[in-house]
Structures are given as structure tokens and as C-alpha cells.
């Protein structure tokens, strides 16, 4: 990899809505350009700030958020990183997931029948769901991106659209480093790498298809959003996946 380009996922962990959840959104930097790769749960800013620092990176350098789609994990923070931003960030997505990261529809797995059954969950549970429906995380998208469009920063950085978890879900490849930053198309858990979680994909076989598509790139490493690094022979794994799903 390019001497002063960088990328590290970054561990953010958190008590939330009764349980402990970890993701793990990914940092890519060189002398130019800081970027995130989505932006975690409402309220997560100063865990961001901290795990920026643990990498050497100060908040008030990031220039431009990809957003790779709207589910709350993945939105919340947004608005927080552009109020707090010294200078103007670049928020970037596609035009599928543009309105719900722009708070213009209701986000997806937000769905009438859960909006219902939300007065069945325990109260810590479902007071802060209510309230993010009255008040949805919502930023402007600055930048539309498509699929299989290179952006030419921190050595080249490659859009994948990945559909099935959401309808706009997208994937992002970092050419310097040969990482995978999966999004949700695929998760890792204990240790290995694993296709869509068929309990949060709106259309569990288009998820399934996506990973075909991966199998064209020469991948190293793997980011799942959650579950984190994976780099135990990935172009092999990713193949038997494809072959299995």
C-alpha cells in the first residue's frame, strides 16, 4: 500500500436499547482526504472521536462520509459528524438510499408492523425507538455515486452496488489495501466470514446474488460492519459463499 494512505476499522461499542452492540466502521486517509465509511447510532460521536484518536486521526479532519445505506446503525450518527464539523464534510451515497439518509421516507425496516408492536417491548427498548421516529437521523447526501464508479482518493476507492439487505445497499473497495469494506453484505461471526444476515435483509435471495459480484475482485481483507477483519484466504471463502448462497 501507498505510503500515507491508512485504513483501520474502527471498534465502536456501546450499551443500546438493552444490549451491547458493536460495529465496526471503517477509516480510510492520506495526505488529503479522511473518509468514513458509515457513521453508527445516534449519540455514538464522542466513542467516534476517541477511536479517530486511537488511530492518530483528529475528528475535525474528515472530509467526506460514505454512507453505504440508511439503516439506523449505519445513519445515525451523520447528523452529528456535520453539525460538529469545522468544515464542511462530503456526504456521499447513491440515489436509492438518498432519501431515507435524507429523512424523506421512513427508514425501510421501520415497518408499519413494528411501528405497532413497539408497544409490546420493554421500555428502554421501545422509548427510543418512538423517539427516533418522531425524529428521524437525517443529513443531505451531497454526492451520488454508482456502481462500479471508482473515486479517486486515498488510492482508489471502488462502488459495488450489493442490493438485498436494503435496495440501495452498497459495498466499497479499497484498491491500495485490497480491503473489502462489505457494509452488511456480509457479517463475520466467531471467527469466520459469513453471507447476509437472512434476519435483516428485505430481499434475502437479491442479498444471496450480491456476493457473486464480490467474486470478481482481488480481495485480502474483509470489513464486515459487523463482526469486523477477516483475512484468512477471502477471494477462497467469498467463492464458496458464492457457490453456496
Same mark, same amino acid.
Given at each position: 500500500m501507498n #505510503?500515507?494512505?491508512?485504513?483501520?476499522?474502527?471498534?465502536?461499542?456501546? %450499551?443500546?436499547?438493552?444490549?451491547?452492540?458493536?460495529?465496526?466502521?471503517?477509516?480510510?486517509?492520506?495526505?488529503?482526504?479522511?473518509i468514513l465509511i458509515d457513521t453508527g447510532y445516534p449519540g455514538q460521536?464522542?466513542?467516534?472521536?476517541?477511536?479517530?484518536e486511537r488511530v492518530g486521526k483528529s475528528l475535525q479532519t474528515l472530509s467526506k462520509i460514505?454512507? #453505504?445505506? %440508511?439503516?439506523?446503525?449505519?445513519?445515525?450518527?451523520?447528523?452529528?459528524?456535520?453539525? %460538529?464539523?469545522?468544515?464542511?464534510?462530503e456526504v456521499i451515497?447513491?440515489?436509492?438510499?438518498?432519501?431515507?439518509?435524507q429523512g424523506e421516507r421512513r427508514i425501510m425496516k421501520f415497518t408499519d408492523e413494528v411501528v405497532a408492536s413497539m408497544d409490546s417491548w420493554p421500555p428502554e427498548r421501545a422509548l427510543p425507538f418512538k423517539r427516533l421516529l418522531a425524529n428521524p437521523p437525517a443529513a443531505?447526501?451531497?454526492t451520488l455515486v454508482a456502481d462500479g464508479e471508482i473515486l479517486p482518493y486515498c488510492g482508489g476507492i471502488i462502488?459495488?452496488?450489493?442490493?438485498?439487505?436494503?435496495?440501495? %445497499?452498497?459495498?466499497? +473497495?479499497?484498491?491500495?489495501?485490497? #480491503?473489502?469494506?462489505?457494509?452488511?453484505a456480509m457479517v463475520v461471526e466467531n471467527g469466520q466470514l459469513l453471507g447476509p444476515d437472512p434476519r435483516y435483509s428485505i430481499d434475502l435471495a437479491q442479498a444471496n446474488a450480491s456476493i457473486?459480484?464480490?467474486?470478481? +475482485?482481488?480481495? #485480502?481483507?474483509?470489513?464486515a460492519y459487523h463482526g469486523g477483519l477477516f483475512e484468512n484466504n477471502v477471494n477462497q471463502r467469498i467463492a464458496e459463499l458464492a457457490a453456496q448462497l
Open positions: #505510503t500515507g494512505i491508512g485504513i483501520e476499522a474502527l471498534e465502536i461499542s456501546a %450499551h443500546l436499547m438493552g444490549e451491547q452492540r458493536i460495529i465496526y466502521p471503517t477509516l480510510i486517509w492520506d495526505d488529503n482526504e479522511t460521536l464522542p466513542l467516534f472521536k476517541e477511536a479517530f460514505i454512507i #453505504t445505506h %440508511h439503516d439506523l446503525d449505519h445513519i445515525g450518527g451523520l447528523p452529528s459528524f456535520v453539525a %460538529h464539523a469545522e468544515a464542511p464534510i451515497s447513491n440515489a436509492i438510499e438518498k432519501p431515507y439518509i443531505p447526501v451531497n462502488i459495488i452496488n450489493t442490493p438485498g439487505h436494503t435496495p440501495g %445497499h452498497f459495498s466499497v +473497495y479499497h484498491q491500495a489495501s485490497k #480491503t473489502l469494506i462489505a457494509g452488511d457473486q459480484k464480490l467474486t470478481s +475482485y482481488d480481495i #485480502t481483507r474483509v470489513i
